[in-house]
């Protein structure tokens, strides 16, 4: 380990953590604003509700980000395949014979028609239904019916179309951009943070997904900030965590951390009975503070994976028009040995998640209609809300100032980023 990545982990480090929630803990009950961290610029409330940054959005940030699009288990075989759109963009995701997962755009190199019409399946190779077009499980286009009648026809030159994808474990990343730096450079320093999470035993077994009338930022927003859990997670979430003084890292691309203490630990995370409690449970390769709080990493631009002990869970918000968006919560397994059992805890779990993203949709819902009634123009932000700042800097960096109405843009504070 050098020196560099010694330096990040330590950022985790119970003893740093715990002196960290003391330290916000001040802040909180003493109503203390931290002197070295500035105050934090307005938003404009058309950043979220106006048509053409929607479309400067589409255009020059979903094309270069790192997009998750599935688990390595949901295509466990040779020749499963698992087709869907990622912003309008049909693609499919197909195990090869080879064992190796690859994404193509799921549009026959013959005239357009979608190549897969279902979500899920497993096929020897892929036929077009439109003329019958067939390509393997590597996309090479393989057979083409009445070949003859297309004399200048190369089949060689007409694969479909892939797609950049990599993988972090049993998680399926892609981009559209050939350009972007590898995944893991883009994640950069969280990446390393995140290195003791078991991704490579991690499966999937739950999908649950909500619509809901309110800008896609306005949603990623809500899953990047505690300040609304004492409110709308009342009975919830802020049971189990003290979400008053979570401690923050923002990081470079966008990317946050935040880490609330669970009130579990209260009494102390090196509390006396604390060793004897330990030898029931396991964290098996994860870092000690999984025992003591919840971190929740948000991964731009539309991840969060909060992460405690025995609960493994990964929400993705989706764009589906300026006003509308969509969450898709899916729920994960860690399986040392590749078995997937889904136990009724696991069952449980999935109910008891989804009553906490109820609350949050119940204040989300009506949103866009708010934002652009005339109301609100624009969004002030507190220390505590310093993700949405970060985050909305990478949305503005991403798309390029130049092409932003000044009016639109996020000034600078100039914080520093891990
Ligand atoms: S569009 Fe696919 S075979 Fe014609
Ligand atoms: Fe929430």
């Not at 270069?64 to 499963?80: M, Q, T």
């Not at 609304?228 to 009975?235: L, T």
């Not at 979570?246 to 691309?253: D, E, I």
Request: charged share 20%; with cysteine; hydrophobic share 40%.
């Amino acid at each position: 380990m050098d020196n560099h990545e010694s330096a990040v982990l330590e950022l985790e480090e119970l003893e740093v953590i715990q002196k960290g929630w003391d330290q916000e803990r001040h802040f909180f009950k003493n109503k203390v604003h931290p002197d070295d961290f500035p105050p934090l610029p307005e938003l404009s409330a058309a950043r979220y509700t106006d048509d053409a940054f929607f479309q400067l959005e589409q255009e020059h940030l979903w094309s270069k980000v790192w997009i998750l699009a599935g688990f390595a288990n949901e295509i466990a075989k040779p020749g499963d395949f698992k087709a869907m759109e990622i912003n309008g963009r049909p693609i499919v995701l197909v195990r090869g014979k080879d064992d190796q997962i690859r994404a193509f755009y799921n549009v026959c190199r013959h005239r357009g028609s979608t190549v897969c019409k279902t979500a899920n399946g497993n096929a020897k190779q892929l036929t077009c239904p439109y003329h019958g077009w067939t390509y393997d499980l590597e996309g090479n286009l393989q057979f083409v019916p009445a070949q003859h009648e297309f004399p200048a026809l190369d089949p060689a030159q007409k694969p479909l179309r892939s797609i950049r994808c990599e993988m972090n474990g049993n998680l399926i990343y892609v981009t559209f951009d050939d350009h972007a730096q590898p995944h893991a450079q883009y994640l950069g320093n969280i990446g390393l943070l995140m290195a003791d999470i078991p991704f490579d035993q991690v499966m999937h077994y739950e999908t649950v997904s909500w619509t809901v009338e309110s800008n896609w930022k306005s949603v990623q927003d809500a899953f990047s900030e505690a300040y609304h859990a004492r409110f709308v997670h009342s009975q919830t979430a802020h049971q189990s965590l003290d979400t008053t003084a979570p401690v923050k890292y923002l990081f470079k691309n966008g990317h946050y951390v935040q880490i609330n203490k669970s009130r579990q630990g209260e009494a102390g995370i090196f509390g006396q009975n604390q060793e004897a409690e330990d030898e029931s449970r396991t964290i098996g390769q994860m870092k000690p503070l999984t025992r003591y709080g919840q971190r929740a990493y948000n991964l731009f631009p539309n991840l969060t994976l909060p992460i405690t002990e025995g609960a493994f869970s990964v929400i993705a918000i989706w764009p589906i028009d300026v006003g509308i968006s969509r969450i898709d919560l899916h729920f994960l397994k860690i399986c040392p040995d590749g078995e997937l059992v889904v136990t009724e805890e696991d069952r449980e779990a999935v109910i008891q998640f989804s009553a906490v993203i109820d609350e949050d949709i119940a204040t989300l819902a009506g949103m866009h209609n708010a934002m652009t009634s005339g109301g609100l123009d624009s969004v002030p932000l507190s220390y505590g809300e310093q993700a949405l700042y970060n985050f909305h800097r990478e949305v503005d960096r991403l798309i390029g100032p130049e092409r932003i109405d000044p009016a639109l843009l996020v000034q600078d504070a100039n914080i520093p980023v891990h």
